[in-house]
């Protein structure tokens, strides 16, 4: 079973910037995809920004929401399991618990994986 536990939320305030990030135990072959999303008060859970990795360790293609274009980058550590969320010019609007996400193939059994972590709260002042 893989695992994902998040750090580096926190209080911040309008213009500033945070770094989010996520790292997996448990057996895994291969990584498809790893990201994050949010979830914003009243409203439901949205994709922030995902990396695919397309062939080994050097094709990846990463996917950003249009509202964090610019100001937001994910990045990752793949022989580490490790996906970054790094946040600038952070608004109001990104208030919100963020959640770590990713799929797979397992070790051992080669099944594929879906996990989420627990999630991380965020929240900016204005």
């Known amino acids: 079973q893989v695992q994902l536990v998040e750090s580096g939320g926190g209080l911040v305030q309008a213009g500033g910037s945070l770094t989010l990030s996520c790292a997996a135990s448990?057996?895994?072959?291969?990584?498809?995809?790893m990201g994050w999303y949010r979830q914003c008060p009243g409203k439901q859970r949205e994709l922030v920004a995902t990396?695919?990795?397309?062939?080994?360790?050097?094709?990846?293609?990463?996917n950003y929401a249009d509202s964090v274009k610019g100001r937001f980058t994910v990045s990752r550590e793949n022989t580490e399991k490790k996906v970054f969320l790094q946040m600038n010019s952070l608004k109001p609007e990104d208030t919100g618990v963020y959640y770590c996400?990713?799929?797979?193939?397992?070790?051992?059994?080669?099944?594929?994986?879906?996990?989420w972590g627990q999630g991380t709260q965020v929240t900016v002042s204005s």
């Open positions: 448990g057996s895994i072959f291969r990584i498809n995809s």
């Open positions: 996400n990713m799929r797979g193939i397992q070790g051992g059994s080669l099944l594929r994986f879906e996990s």
């Open positions: 990396i695919t990795i397309i062939s080994g360790a050097s094709g990846v293609s990463a």
